[in-house]
């Protein structure tokens, strides 16, 4: 049995290790959520993303760290994804 607690952001974030198994929804338009160092997030540590409003997520690692390799990720209205941590990194 999951439950995987919902909240509704309108506004630019920090996602910290308390967002663990969480699912975090747009409903504010263009936003910037930041994340913790994936250190601090530690192994294993993954987070629900829903964007459904009409602005774009920019997902922004911390400091050097890489989203898919990349320095950020930008997911478009209606688009969704898990972004887990190695420890090191986003995926």
Do not use: M
Request: with cysteine.
């Amino acid at each position: 049995d999951q439950n995987l607690p919902v909240t509704s952001l309108a506004a630019n974030y920090t996602l910290a290790p308390n967002d663990r198994a969480t699912v975090v929804y747009n409903n504010g338009g263009a936003v910037t959520w930041s994340f913790s160092p994936a250190a601090t997030l530690g192994n294993g540590w993954l987070v629900y993303v829903i964007n459904g409003d009409g602005g774009n997520i920019t997902l922004d690692p911390s400091g050097g760290e890489t989203i898919d390799g990349d320095s950020t990720k930008v997911l478009a209205p209606g688009e969704s994804c898990v972004v887990f941590s190695d420890g090191a990194n986003l995926h």
